[in-house]
């Protein structure tokens, strides 16, 4: 059994807890060599996530649907670190048009391609159908990351075989990959209304997530790619993915400032 980390801040078997910074952690690493993309890095995580990598050199590729925001998170990123390097292309999640042409592209730029962190998401959303008619929810926290990841993957192989780094896919879920429909994914009521929980509907994207990692872990071991799946539940945290949300943990997670 592993080691508990406490909401106190105790250190786990890394030397880090749930109290460490980005900086902390990354605190002499060199990634002047590496090219990360990080969905959804025009705020919260996605922007903090952009900003410690960049503070390390690596080539940041931020996707974001909204680009002037984005943009702004690039400015303040280049004030403090005035030789980042960042590039910013327009990606709608829920969109998988959007998604084709966000991987298209990236690969006309002829980068490599180290690191992709799929971090964009929305959460507790009223029910809507995506352009692709796919609930929202369904659609922008999985389905589009799933596509996305299956249009990069090559160029993630190919860079760790030329280069010899291990080429690294993170996908971000949450401790509400547990608060699903009875059964889990509900697969044949994806899209009806009648059935819809704005919870439940996050929950089982966030299962999606972690289901879509670990299949491919499995598969990127077979083959013997030097490339790891992994998911990652990052806490619990102030950004504005809460904005859908009424109760006390939606006032502790929804910024007063936006």
Do not use: W
């Given at each position: 059994?592993?080691?508990?980390?406490?909401?106190?801040?105790?250190?786990?078997?890394?030397?880090?807890?749930?109290?460490?910074?980005?900086?902390?952690?990354?605190?002499?690493?060199?990634?002047?060599?590496?090219?990360?993309?990080?969905?959804?890095?025009?705020?919260?995580?996605?922007?903090?996530?952009?900003?410690?990598?960049?503070?390390?050199?690596?080539?940041?590729?931020?996707?974001?649907?909204?680009?002037?925001?984005?943009?702004?998170?690039?400015?303040?990123?280049?004030?403090?670190?005035?030789?980042?390097?960042?590039?910013?292309?327009?990606?709608?999640?829920?969109?998988?048009?959007?998604?084709?042409?966000?991987?298209?592209?990236?690969?006309?730029?002829?980068?490599?391609?180290?690191i992709l962190i799929n971090n964009a998401g929305v959460m507790h959303?009223?029910?809507?159908?995506?352009?692709?008619?796919?609930?929202?929810?369904?659609?922008?926290?999985?389905?589009?990351?799933?596509?996305?990841?299956?249009?990069?993957?090559?160029?993630?192989?190919?860079?760790?075989?030329?280069?010899?780094?291990?080429?690294?896919?993170?996908?971000?879920?949450?401790?509400?990959?547990?608060?699903?429909?009875?059964?889990?994914?509900?697969?044949?009521?994806?899209?009806?209304?009648?059935?819809?929980?704005?919870?439940?509907?996050?929950?089982?994207?966030?299962?999606?997530n972690i289901l879509h990692a670990n299949e491919l872990a499995r598969?990127?071991?077979?083959?013997?790619?030097?490339?790891?799946?992994?998911?990652?539940?990052?806490?619990?945290?102030?950004?504005?993915?809460?904005?859908?949300?009424?109760?006390?943990?939606?006032?502790?997670?929804?910024?007063?400032?936006?």
């Open positions: 059994m592993g080691n508990i980390v406490r909401a106190t801040g105790d250190s786990g078997p890394s030397g880090f807890g749930c109290s460490s910074t980005a900086e902390q952690v990354t605190e002499g690493e060199d990634a002047s060599r590496l090219t990360v993309i990080i969905t959804g890095g025009s705020s919260g995580i996605g922007a903090e996530t952009a900003r410690v990598m960049a503070l390390r050199g690596a080539h940041v590729i931020i996707g974001a649907r909204n680009t002037e925001a984005a943009e702004s998170v690039k400015q303040s990123i280049l004030l403090n670190t005035p030789s980042a390097r960042i590039d910013i292309i327009h990606l709608e999640l829920s969109s998988q048009n959007s998604v084709r042409e966000f991987s298209d592209r990236f690969l006309s730029m002829d980068l490599p391609l180290n959303c009223p029910f809507e159908l995506s352009v692709d008619d796919i609930e929202m929810q369904f659609a922008t926290n999985h389905m589009g990351h799933f596509l996305l990841t299956n249009l990069l993957l090559p160029k993630i192989k190919s860079t760790a075989e030329e280069t010899g780094i291990e080429g690294r896919i993170v996908n971000l879920s949450s401790a509400d990959h547990l608060t699903t429909y009875r059964g889990g994914i509900s697969f044949e009521k994806i899209n009806d209304e009648a059935a819809y929980n704005a919870k439940l509907a996050y929950g089982q994207s966030k299962l999606a598969r990127l071991r077979e083959e013997g790619a030097n490339v790891t799946a992994n998911s990652v539940d990052p806490g619990l945290t102030m950004t504005n993915l809460g904005r859908h949300l009424t109760t006390f943990a939606g006032m502790l997670l929804k910024p007063t400032n936006l």
